[in-house]
């Protein structure tokens, strides 16, 4: 029945698909279905919702989409009339997003999916919270927290607790280095990680937005090597009676905890948010 899904902690489930291996999540009560995030595309969204009907006989509830990317979003469309609940930063976040994907797929037609992604409507949630948002399934309560800002202005988190799981968004990643955009706020990530590890038993199942599951070690681990880009920078930066280096010298300069040509966003968003103090 549960086939391509995993279940991760009591009906909790995640599937991995191969476009940019992302996971979409669900979560059992007994009313009802919690969808987390929707795909990169229209069409993708419409499969994961088959994917859903296969897993359960239950109704979808409402979906939460854990931030703003597009890999997480554009399928919203798949799921019509329900409430889409995001942090309240999200869909501005996706208005303004949006034409930076369609010009990334549309200038290379090569790019895997890129017409179903480009031909998708935008759905932004129709219901957005600051700081918590919980759903009672039916016999079993869920809660999603902001926590703070890190990956996006909007990222949160999951938290499943009688199930001992946590979906973690892009937060955390397993089968990538952590993705730092041109949105990211790589100063505040780690602290952001450290409120995250405070919801976590000893055998919490942390779900990342791309790869497989991992435990709360991984998840410090990789709040640790956040935390070691982020006083790279401060560092790099110098003082505030300095100009900063360019952005390219700090990356030949920096000891990173991952490949420098992936942390340049990191860098440059890191010294423009420590000039605004
Ligand atoms: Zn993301």
Partial sequence: MADGWIEVGDRCWVRRFAHVDVSAGVIAGEAGLLVLDTRASLRQGEELAAHVRALSGLPVLAVLNSHE?????????????????????????????????????????TVPFGPEVVASPLVVPTQTFRDSWSLDLGGRAVTARFLGRGHTAGDVVLHVPDAEVLYAGDLIEESAPPSFGDDCYPLEWAPTLERVAGLLGERTVVVPGHGAPVGTAYLRAQRDDIATVAAEIRRLRGTAREEPPPVAEALRRGRWPWKAERLGDAVARGFAQLADG
């Fill in 69 to 109: 990317h597009f890999d997480h979003t554009w399928g919203n469309g798949a799921f019509p009339g329900l409430p889409i609940v995001a942090h309240e930063s999200v869909p501005a976040a996706m208005r303004a997003g949006r034409a930076r994907i369609e010009r990334l797929y549309a200038e290379d037609p």
